[in-house]
């Protein structure tokens, strides 16, 4: 039977899904195949391999271990920038082609959805294509990855799935987050795809394969977009310079505010977490400012040990699925 683990991101993105992909994927003989379920290049995992970095944009990190790996029919592709990454893994020394496929449903961001998404002045998108190329998927009259691609890179991941490799152990990852979801997130301040692990059983496997959900946060909130999120205490300055808050498509400075322990229960509940993993706990350390948002109140603690405790004991109450809760630095390994 088919076994599946999920990776979705509880926050606005930018939280270090990318490591945490990079961590498990390198578990021997653990993971058949690696899966992105959800978004295009708007996205961007920086992970550090053999201690090179590296940021992919639309390539799944299993590719890095010669896994399989499979862009999946809840994304969208811009074939130009594709290209790219790959020549630029396989100049690393890679095997891409060969473990990069594209499920033949996925639609392609044509030079007009870049056009007309660089006109964008509402919602500070990073102008990749995206969000016209989903509204044309929705609209029936999108191009697919069959309709683009000639050559053996297509795949269909039913028949690979549930025909070729049964008892596949697959490992989704994610692109964006929760709190940027299109019907979750904070409307329309959103990204056009779906966030959740919804997203990841859309992309061919039943609700029965999921065996573990790593749902990922950071010890504080971070946001780019058009919309006012910063709060105005100047600590989040240093926590900005201290994290390299920077994303890592566009290079645009994230908005920083603190941790609210409410969303990240609410996204912890929706998406069925059974693993809590909350990276960049050391640069609030760094800094030596622990606080979060409790309802409608800033808390502050004294250390690090109690601002971790604090977390522990509202989601162990308040998160009946989750199993385990994982602080990590921002070097993470499992």
Sequence with gaps: MLKA????????????????????AKKPNHYTHVVRYNGGGNAG???????????????????????????????????????????????????????????KRVHIITPENILEDSKDTKIGTTKTGNG?????????????AEDFYTDDCLIDIYREFHQHQPNAQILFEGAQGFELDIDWGDYPYVTSSHCTVGSA?????????????????????????????????????????VGEEYGATTGRPRQVN??????????????????LIINKIDILEKVGV???????????????????????????????????????????DI
């Design 290 to 332: 622990f606080k979060l948002i409790d309802g409608y109140d800033i808390r502050e603690f004294t250390n690090l040990e109690d601002f971790k405790d604090h977390i522990r004991d509202l989601v162990t109450i308040y998160c009946p699925t989750v199993e385990h809760v994982n602080f990590s630095d921002t070097p993470f």
């Design 258 to 275: 603190w941790l609210n322990i409410d969303d990240l229960m609410k996204a912890t509940n929706i998406n069925g977490v059974t693993d």
């Design 45 to 103: 995992h920086t992970v550090y391999h053999n201690g090179e970095k590296f940021v992919t944009h639309y390539i799944p990190v299993g590719v890095l271990y010669g896994i399989k790996s499979i862009i999946g029919p809840g994304c969208v592709v811009d074939p130009d920038k594709l290209d790219i990454e790959i020549a630029e893994l396989e100049n690393a020394g890679f095997v891409v082609r060969g473990n990069l496929f594209i499920d």
């Design 201 to 241: 059983i859309m992309n061919g496997v039943p609700p029965q394969s999921i065996n573990r959900v790593y749902g990922i946060a950071k010890a504080y909130r971070t946001y780019v977009g058009a919309k006012d999120f910063e709060g105005k205490d100047p600590i989040f300055n240093k926590i900005r310079e």
């Design 132 to 144: 016209p190329t989903y509204r044309n998927k929705y609209d029936r009259k999108g191009l697919r």
């Design 5 to 24: 683990d999920i990776i979705v991101d509880l926050q606005a993105g930018d939280t270090g899904k990318g490591k945490v992909a990079h961590a498990l």
